[in-house]
């Protein structure tokens, strides 16, 4: 079973710096996409355990809020069949 949190964001939840990373985790296409940006969600030893903004600031991304507008535009336009 999905957890509720994820399937909410499938389906039009947009994804903001305060959200957690865990709860991000089995959106389709998120894992490569923030791969693909120079931003992995998952540490040596699990799933980053705070706020996708507190990685984007760890991780040095110049522009977070840039970051978390394009990675929702992604998952858009992914959930439409536009994307790889």
Do not use: Q
Not at 53 to 61: A, D, M, P
């Amino acid at each position: 079973m999905k957890d509720s949190t994820a399937e909410k964001r499938e389906v039009g939840g947009l994804i903001t710096l305060e959200t957690k990373v865990d709860e991000i985790m089995n959106v389709p296409g998120i894992l490569s996409y923030c791969i693909r940006k120079g931003v992995s969600l998952i540490t040596c030893s699990d799933v980053f355990p705070e706020t996708l903004g507190k990685l984007l600031e760890i991780k040095k991304v110049p522009d977070p809020k840039s970051f978390v507008e394009d990675l929702n535009e992604y998952l858009k336009s992914a959930s439409k069949g536009v994307n790889d």
